[in-house]
């Protein structure tokens, strides 16, 4: 056994300023994630800070028109509020396509964010992995790689975020609330996490001991017709092969917005901006839908065991697409 000491924040600041002070201290919340990266050896902090008791747990509506949702709101509680459903329903849905019910229960909302790559030779101590060990090369480029990145991976990793939430937050502009030694700032979600490059190990741009106190989404008509939808190799219980989140205001049959993001396919949530861009003002229909896929898609750089998810992306997008554009569904 590894010793390690625990303690329980009781603010923000005090929080904050005690992991800084330990470069081995990390936060713990649920520990749906982290607990289960100590039983594997992955991680050997000397200090765990509990923050799941910080009074960071409620969904708020902004003065300005938009929702604060604490970091320490539950997954289970943020897919249940009404104000989630009606308003950001991709944001609902893709709650709840991840984990279990008792998972959910007590995965936290800033947890979730920050929760590790499921790529198999990360979580396999006995394995080359740059991402977890830099330098010792990646084991998955070409061994098994069907769950691996088909876009924006590079030559020292091909892992995966699994976030489900994080896709659906990409979509709906959303911003993160972070407190730091040096103070607050806000990151917009699309601007958290990294490419993987040659430091693979670090998949967002946190520095050491900032804290996420919540997640802000923006006033956003358009998401109150949104949608997500995760391909996956069981019904439930199940990290994304492939999943969308999109968005879409339409008119008259007129695209005149769309905003959209694609998970299971990067090292993280890929903002589709080039799909985006060609379905703006055109007539919605399947061809305009396909080529939009086509054109997001075109970069993608499949392994040998993963192509597959190249026309499973693309049809995924084309079903979300026509599922948000049907009149009936209006
Ligand atoms: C069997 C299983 C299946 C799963 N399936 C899915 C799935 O399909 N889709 C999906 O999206 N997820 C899935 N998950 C992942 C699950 O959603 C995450 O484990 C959970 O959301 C993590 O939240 P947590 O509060 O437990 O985080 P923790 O485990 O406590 O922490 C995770 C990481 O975040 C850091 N951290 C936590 N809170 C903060 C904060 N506020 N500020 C800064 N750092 C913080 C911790 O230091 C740690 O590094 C699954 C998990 C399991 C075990």
New binding site residues.
């Given amino acids: 056994m590894i010793p390690f000491d625990y303690q329980r924040a009781t603010d923000a600041d005090s929080a904050v300023a005690t992991l800084a002070g330990r470069p081995r201290a990390?936060?713990?919340?649920?520990?749906?994630?982290?607990?289960?990266?100590l039983k594997l050896g992955l991680?050997r902090p000397e200090l765990l800070i509990d923050?799941?008791r910080l009074p960071?747990d409620t969904i708020d509506a902004l003065p300005g028109g938009g929702v604060r949702i604490g970091?320490?709101v539950r997954?289970s509680d943020l897919a249940a509020h009404p104000l989630i459903r009606r308003s950001y329903p991709a944001l609902a849905q893709?709650?709840l396509?991840?984990?279990?019910g008792q998972?959910?229960n007590?995965?936290?909302?800033?947890?979730?964010?920050?929760?590790?790559s499921r790529c198999r030779y990360f979580l396999d101590v006995t394995t080359p992995c740059n991402k977890r060990e830099p330098g010792s090369g990646c084991s998955a480029i070409d061994g098994h790689n069907r769950d691996s990145a088909v876009l924006g991976a590079s030559e020292h990793c091909v892992a995966t975020h699994?976030?489900?939430?994080?896709v659906a937050l990409a979509a709906l502009d959303a911003v993160i609330q972070?407190h730091g030694t040096d103070g607050k700032r806000a990151i917009p979600l699309t601007e958290l996490y990294r490419l993987p490059g040659d430091e693979p190990n670090r998949d967002t741009m946190?520095r050491h001991g900032?804290?996420?106190?919540a997640v802000d989404l923006p006033d956003l008509p358009i998401a109150t017709r949104s949608a997500f939808r995760?391909v996956?190799d069981r019904a439930s219980?199940?990290?994304?092969l492939v999943s969308v989140a999109a968005a879409v205001d339409i008119a008259h049959g007129v695209i005149r917005d769309a905003s959209i993001a694609l998970g299971g396919l990067a090292h993280k949530p890929w903002r589709a901006t080039r799909a985006e861009d060609l379905l703006r003002g055109t007539l919605a229909d399947h061809d305009v839908f396909r080529a939009a896929a086509d054109t997001e898609l075109a970069a993608a750089r499949p392994l040998a065991h993963n192509a597959f998810k190249v026309p499973m992306a693309a049809n995924t997008l084309i079903a979300v697409l026509r599922e948000l554009t049907t009149p009936e569904t209006r």
């Fill in positions: 990390v936060f713990l919340a649920g520990g749906t994630n982290l607990v289960d990266h991680l923050v799941s960071l970091a320490m997954n893709a709650v396509a991840g984990a279990s998972l959910r007590l995965a936290t909302t800033g947890g979730n964010l920050l929760q590790r699994p976030s489900d939430m994080a972070v946190l900032e804290l996420i106190t995760k996956r219980y199940a990290f994304a």
